[in-house]
C-alpha cells in the first residue's frame, strides 16, 4: 500500500523547535518534489515549503529564515527543521510527494504552538 506518513508534530512553546519528518510506505520518492503544506482551522491550505528531487528549496515568506526542509534519499526521508515558532504556525501539517502526474498525500500531523 503506497502512502505517506508524517510524524514530529506535538505542542511546543513560542520561540520553540520541532522537526517534523515524512517518510513513504510503499514506494521510494528520491525522484519526487516533496512540498509541506499547512491547515489553520478556518483558513485554506497553504505551501509551507518544498524540495525539489535536486535539492532545490523553496518556502513561504511567513517561515523564511525560521523553517528549513532537507531529505534524506538514503532513509527515504524529508525533514522540515520549525525553529522560532509562533503562535500563528499552529496547523495540521501535511506531507505531499509530486512527481509528474502521481501525488500522494499524508495524514497529516498537528502542530500546536502555545504558552
Known amino acids: 500500500q503506497v502512502q505517506l506518513v508524517e510524524s514530529g508534530g506535538v505542542f511546543v512553546q513560542p520561540d520553540g523547535s520541532l522537526r517534523l519528518s515524512c517518510a513513504p510506505s510503499g514506494f521510494t520518492f528520491s525522484t519526487y518534489t516533496i512540498n509541506w503544506y499547512r491547515q489553520a482551522p478556518g483558513k485554506e491550505r497553504e505551501l509551507v515549503a518544498l524540495?525539489?528531487?535536486?535539492?532545490?528549496?523553496n518556502y513561504a515568506d511567513s517561515v523564511k529564515a525560521r523553517f528549513t526542509i532537507s531529505r534524506d534519499n538514503a532513509k527515504n526521508t524529508v525533514y522540515l527543521q520549525m525553529d522560532s515558532l509562533k503562535p500563528e504556525d499552529t496547523a495540521q501539517y501535511y506531507c505531499n510527494a509530486r512527481w509528474l502526474h502521481t501525488s500522494y498525500w499524508g495524514q497529516g500531523t498537528q502542530v500546536t504552538v502555545s504558552s
Open positions: 524540495i525539489t528531487n535536486l535539492r532545490s528549496t
